[in-house]
Nanobody, 123 residues
Framework: QVQLVESGGGLVQAGDSLRLSCAASGRTTYTYAMGWFRQAPGKEREFVAAINWNGGTPYCADSVKGRFTISRGTAKNSVSLQMNSLQSEDTANYYC????????????????WGRGTQVTVSS
């Protein structure tokens, strides 16, 4: 029903910044809460950030709080993740997710997921 596509990943050095974006396509009759998860090789998927459909209640995980900022994009169902002061520990594949309820986004049980964008931080 809804397709999500991430962009903006790349290879950077420690201390650099990246801005990830995610846009929804297909049947987007409803407005969605959206968020980001990440998964590094050999590790479990980890929650990163979430935001409601109207830009309210932005929330970041403790591991990235103060460095990452989530915001709605200019498109109706889109989201951005500004990542500053990147560290080697941030290296992972970053996935975009969306659901009608932000609580579903936060726990990672939404049915809508992108294919991911790779972020690699060298030290």
């Amino acid at each position: 029903q809804v397709q999500l596509v991430e962009s903006g990943g790349g290879l950077v050095q420690a201390g650099d910044s990246l801005r990830l974006s995610c846009a929804a396509s297909g049947r987007t009759t409803y407005t969605y809460a959206m968020g980001w998860f990440r998964q590094a090789p050999g590790k479990e998927r980890e929650f990163v950030a979430a935001i409601n459909w109207n830009g309210g209640t932005p929330y970041c995980a403790d591991s990235v709080k103060g460095r990452f900022t989530i915001s709605r994009g200019t498109a109706k169902n889109s989201v951005s993740l500004q990542m500053n002061s990147l560290q080697s520990e941030d290296t992972a594949n970053y996935y975009c997710t969306a659901a009608l309820q932000i609580s579903i986004v936060k726990v990672g049980t939404a049915s809508n997921w992108g294919r991911g964008t790779q972020v690699t931080v060298s030290s």
